[in-house]
């Protein structure tokens, strides 16, 4: 059973930093892209950022948060990471990890539950 904890969302101001966690478990974790979607009130869930899986990772970004979040995984810990610089209020959102998988024929998604970051100006 996949299941995926994020950790390290809260309030901060204008222009500072966060950095949020997601603990897998239940799946061979360095084989797998794993990715970050923020939903903010009203709004539709969007991707924020990826990390492929295997020997060598490459990221992707929203062109959003390009050059101020930084997605980075550590394989030794089942753990990937969102540091999030110059954080400005149109971030604030539930941010929810994310990773897919083939079952039998279809995509399976995995969600963590989510964690709250509020950025006040």
């Known amino acids: 059973q996949v299941q995926l904890v994020e950790s390290g969302g809260g309030l901060v101001q204008s222009g500072g930093s966060l950095r949020l966690s997601c603990a897998a478990s239940?799946?061979?974790?360095?084989?797998?892209?794993m990715y970050w979607y923020r939903q903010a009130p009203g709004k539709q869930r969007e991707l924020v950022a990826g990390?492929?899986?295997?020997?060598?990772?490459?990221?992707n970004y929203a062109d959003s948060v390009k050059g101020r979040f930084t997605i980075s995984r550590d394989n030794a810990k089942n753990t990937v990471y969102l540091q999030m610089n110059s954080l400005k209020p149109e971030d604030t959102a539930v941010y929810y990890c994310?990773?897919?998988?083939?079952?039998?024929?279809?995509?399976?998604?995995?969600w963590g539950q989510g964690t709250q970051v509020t950025v006040s100006s």
């Open positions: 994310n990773t897919r998988r083939v079952v039998g024929t279809i995509w399976q998604d995995y």
């Open positions: 239940g799946m061979l974790f360095s084989a797998y892209n």
């Open positions: 990390i492929t899986g295997g020997d060598r990772s490459t990221t």
